[in-house]
């Protein structure tokens, strides 16, 4: 973290703030409230910060942090000399606030320029350095270093096309990908699991469960085993999250069950499960998780146009849709005509703002719409979970691009992923704006 302050001796000049020696004990006192309050809010993160008065301050912070994610880089003075402009200038991220008094006029001057010149820059000029806005902005490189200390494992018999799409994920985002064969999954954990101990697990969704469809229960036992094997294959491997190419492995006959309840409960034990191994989707859950630890609900969406409305459908959706231990209702039930046992119907929250979301990293592109969810929809048919909601369906239909999934979150994230979109070079398509071609 990088204070740009002015000198502040006798005769120093200092721009529109004024000058010693009160200067100074201004300049301390908006430094230790922001540092305060960061230290509050990033106990977890070992926090260095600089001071900087001039070019060759710059220039050696840049050379002893050169292997850092980013700067952040505060502005408490107006004609800093170009020392803004040397991070600017880095090619590394750099998230710029101004204390709307001291460094507002430089803000001005540089912000729009950097923009303009299309670095990854995002910025803010406000007068309180402690406010929520500015720490928001702040954990987005904090998201940015944990991506690189996570690791994903992907249960699969499509090792070869994985391992493509691991290298190029890597590379981006700093992921580990861990791909494993499904055989050798289901020999090493799945086979080996405790009767006795996936009981348990089976009583318990039963139990909490607001009603349990399947007239067996043996669905609903080998869901429970393959949750215990999931969470063993995630310890084994210090994986962070599981994606299990569930379609394909159970088409295949090498597993014969679903990981829908198994994935309910991992993210109650925090981690980030995957739907259909899907990678993008992955990395778009665990954005948002480390962002807000807020789970996310892969979804397939369909449009109803005399409605005006969006179903998010899947076989399953966290229980704890807000973060936290607030939990909803959800029944056990068969989905797809009966054909697919042991889904999760969710009664997720209605009357709220949802952000629906999708990376496509091979274009270097975010996509997102916002929609307001109406009701839950209970039926046999399709997926067990289906969540409906009204946005601009004509836009959605007109600008939907590149894959079916779409990841939804509740809150309004849009700010915070064009935010993080701008910091990793990514442009976002707004796919519910109506466009003029």
């Not at 301390?28 to 809010?41: C, D, G, P, T």
């Not at 940015?144 to 994920?169: E, H």
């Not at 997926?383 to 009204?390: D, E, N, R, S, Y």
């Amino acid at each position: 973290m990088i204070f740009i302050s002015p000198e502040t001796s006798p005769n120093s000049y200092t721009g529109a703030l004024g000058g010693p020696p009160l200067i100074r004990e201004w300049l301390e006192k908006e430094m230790h409230k922001l540092i305060y309050v960061l230290r509050n809010n990033f106990s977890d993160t070992d926090l260095v910060f600089y001071v900087v008065k001039n070019v060759d301050d710059a220039v050696k912070v840049l050379d002893s942090e050169k292997d850092s994610i980013g700067f952040v880089v505060v502005l408490l003075h107006t004609w800093s000399g170009g020392v803004t402009r040397v991070f600017l200038e880095s090619s590394k991220p750099v998230i710029l606030i101004a204390e709307s008094y001291g460094g507002g006029g430089e803000f001005l001057l540089e912000y729009g320029r950097a923009v303009e010149e299309n670095r990854p820059v995002i910025g803010i000029s406000i007068r309180d350095l402690d406010d929520e806005i500015v720490i928001k902005k702040i954990r987005l490189l904090k998201v940015l270093a944990r991506l690189k200390m996570t690791r994903i494992l992907f249960v699969t018999l499509n090792i070869d096309w994985f391992r493509k799409i691991s290298s190029l994920i890597h590379d981006l985002f700093g992921i580990e990908l861990i791909v494993i064969d499904g055989r050798e999954f289901v020999e090493k954990y799945y086979m080996k699991t405790d009767d006795a101990e996936a009981e348990k697990y089976m009583r318990e969704w039963i139990k909490n469960a607001d009603r349990v469809y399947e007239t067996s229960h043996i669905d609903i036992l080998k869901a429970a085993k393959l949750y215990i094997a999931m969470r063993k294959a995630l310890e084994d491997h210090k994986a962070d999250s599981i994606a299990v190419d569930c379609i394909n492995l159970y088409d295949s006959k090498v597993l014969d069950t679903w990981p829908c309840l198994g994935y309910m409960q991992l993210w109650l034990d925090g981690y980030v499960p995957v739907c259909e191994a899907d990678p993008y989707s992955a990395v778009m859950l665990l954005i948002i998780w480390l962002l807000n630890n807020e789970p996310g609900f892969i979804s397939d969406p369909v449009l109803d146009y005399k409605n005006n409305e969006i179903i998010y459908y899947h076989c399953y959706a966290p229980i704890n849709p807000l973060g936290g231990n607030i939990r909803v209702s959800y029944s056990i039930t068969s989905a797809h005509l009966g054909l697919k046992k042991a889904s999760v119907h969710v009664d997720l929250p209605v009357n709220q703002i949802i952000t629906a979301a999708q990376i496509i990293p091979d274009q270097k592109t975010i996509i997102i719409h916002k929609a307001k969810t109406l009701r839950n929809e209970f039926s046999s048919h399709a997926c067990a979970t289906k969540l409906v909601a009204t946005s601009n369906v004509k836009a959605l239909a007109r600008n939907w691009r590149w894959t079916w999934h779409r990841v939804v979150f509740y809150g309004d994230f849009t700010e915070d992923i064009k935010d993080l979109a701008r910091l990793i070079g990514f442009k976002v398509i707004e796919e519910d704006k109506l466009r003029e071609d």
